[in-house]
């Protein structure tokens, strides 16, 4: 028997009873095959990193400036995903981070147009220039 050339392309997972916990952090229900739900998952995106929340963080200086950008930055994702459908991509590599949180890419979808979430936070200025 020949193995195919590679394993075929992973669904987009579809998302339900999203929370926004940042500008890159979200805690929602996670559509898996077979009729399996992940629930009350925290998912980070794991292409942009947005600016931070709070000073709380103790690795770096967080400024006053950022936690207002990460302010907008939570305020824009909450409206961009409640305009359509929410899928996550997961990554072809790890899929947890440091933390524990399940990693991957965000979409979404909007009648038959596809968003990808990274690309427009980034167009809106809320990735700190890195990915995590």
Do not use: F, N
Request: hydrophobic fraction near 35%; charge should be positive; glycine fraction near 8%.
């Amino acid at each position: 028997v020949l193995a195919p050339e590679r394993p075929p392309a992973l669904e987009p997972l579809p998302l339900r009873s999203i929370k926004i916990t940042d500008g890159d952090t979200i805690r929602c229900d996670v559509d898996l095959p077979y009729g399996i739900t992940l629930r009350d998952a925290q998912l980070r995106a794991s292409d942009y990193d947005a600016w931070e929340l709070s000073h709380r963080r103790q690795t770096r200086l967080v400024t006053d400036v950022e936690v207002s950008r990460g302010k907008r930055a939570r305020t824009e994702l909450e409206a961009l995903l409640a305009t359509g459908e929410v899928y996550l991509v997961p990554p072809a590599g790890k899929s947890r981070d440091v933390y524990g949180r399940l990693l991957g890419s965000w979409w979404v979808k909007q009648g038959g147009e596809w968003t990808r979430v990274a690309d427009w936070m980034k167009a809106k200025g809320h990735d700190r220039g890195k990915a995590p």
